[in-house]
């Protein structure tokens, strides 16, 4: 049945109007979400994660004025949180190992992004010793790319 709009529209008693989120709140909104999959990277699976700051410009690209802080989340959850999960699943991640997020610029520009880029994975391996542990002699970055293993090809 239809509710009764006139009841609905009697018990508003005032409006109030949000102002859109600015450059430095959505990157610290971003940062809290980050954070949250963080420590749950860390507390279920042993990995450590991080991102750098184009990983933030990239993903505050996906801010929808319409939906607030909502789209935020659910940008956070598409370009971040389903990466993970796919390179889990495909054994390219395991416990253990330090996840970089980072953006990666798109050869071809898709309609979804309007900043042409997109944030990829990359495992940070540290080799060397150098003094007691400490200050390792080189740092390599490779990247993951669970969905090159997602794609089927046929023949």
């Known amino acids: 049945r239809h509710f009764r709009r006139d009841e609905f529209l009697g018990r508003i008693n005032e409006m109030v109007y949000f102002l859109p989120f600015s450059r430095a709140e959505i990157v610290k909104l971003l940062t809290k979400e ?3 999959w963080q420590k749950r ?6 990995i450590q994660l991080s991102w750098d700051r184009k990983a933030l ?5 996906g801010y929808d ?8 989340k659910h940008e956070v959850e598409r370009s971040v ?5 796919a390179a889990h699943e495909q054994g390219l991640i395991e416990s253990g190992y330090q996840i970089l997020l980072t953006a990666q610029e798109n050869v071809f ?7 042409g880029s997109s944030v990829k994975l990359q495992r940070i391996e540290s080799k060397g010793n150098g003094f007691f542990g400490k200050n390792p002699q080189s740092v390599t970055y490779t990247d993951i790319r669970p ?3 997602l794609k089927t090809y046929a023949y």
């Open 41 to 46: 990277a860390k507390d279920n699976h042993g």
């Open 147 to 149: 969905e090159d293993h």
């Open 34 to 36: 980050l954070e949250f």
């Open 81 to 85: 949180v389903n990466q993970l999960a």
């Open 65 to 72: 004025i319409n939906y607030g802080a909502r789209s935020l």
């Open 109 to 115: 520009q898709s309609n979804d992004s309007a900043s």
């Open 57 to 61: 410009d990239c993903l505050a690209d």
